[in-house]
């Protein structure tokens, strides 16, 4: 007889049972409804057998020598990769406080002997098939999950290349190096990972936040690309005045990404950049902009963006001056070691500068 529901392989149905009769009696019904019947005579052996093959339902003998079937069942149901098999008692006993134990330790049905063949079959079928729906709806939930994780990623990826749009606009206008963004992200990076082994940072930085600060670092300047490019590209000294619209990329830059970020579920990569945007300006003194914020005030992010990128900056080409060479760029930043930046971190840049770029 072909099996009765809808499960796409022949069910597998494991009757845990220590007496002969009472085996072979459900082994001659399963197989009349066209399952597999999987015998097992105590529960030891029937452990043995879940972990060998994957029964779609069990039927339970409660008295059994060596493990009885409430302790049995607790191993089932405590156990992640069985606990969704459906367990059906059965015993000789209807004792009520059997019957409620039973569904305490998670059964999900109970048959007296003797057995009458009707009620077998029919609480075999309703069983194999909650068991499939619930299978079923498993499946569905899995791949509405990767379809919404798919929909998600593709969404932050629209965002960061929208970002990145506007940050080699902002480059442009600034007239910085064609790989500037290239090179402060790769820079940001070997910075981290060397902080990441150091001592001071080893349990701050995870590989992670290194994967972030990667994509965040460029985005440091992203407000540039509502500051005039005249001002951006002066070659003279800036007026007072000028000097302040210049400092208002960095509240433009964090608005920006923070209006981005409230379009959407929190976000590492955008919680980042924001720091980062508002941040990077701030001194290690605390005589930086736009905060005044000093030390350990200042997010560990910008920190490190802010020693690299006055790197980046040092050893790139301007409108209004030539790069300059490694060993003096180092030099020209270890008088602001301590005052712009932090002294660790420059110490650490100095210890790797042959690995930058």
Known sequence: MA????TKETAKILVVDDVDTNRFVLRDIICEMGYLPVLAENGVQALKIVNRIRPQLIILD????EMDGYEFCKLMKGNPDTRDIPIIFISAFDDPSDVVKGFDLGGEDYITKPFISRE??????LHL??????????????????????????????????LYALIRVARENACYDENHMERLSYNCRVLAEAMQLSAEYGNMISDSFIDTIELAAPLCDLGNVAIPTELLQKRGSLLPEELEVIRTHVSIGARILQDIKATGDYNDFLEMSIDIAWYHHENWDGSGYPYGKKGAEIPLSAQIVSVASAYCALTENRAYRDSYHIEEALSMMEADAGKKYNPDIFRIICKIHRQLH
């Open 129 to 162: 098939r909650l068991y499939d729906t619930n299978n079923e709806l498993m499946e569905m939930n899995r791949r509405l999950q990767t379809s919404v994780s798919e929909q998600l990623h593709q969404l932050e990826m629209e965002k960061k290349n929208v």
């Open 62 to 65: 409660i008295a059994m020598p």
């Open 3 to 6: 099996q009765e529901t809808g």
């Open 120 to 125: 077998v079959k029919a609480r075999l079928r």
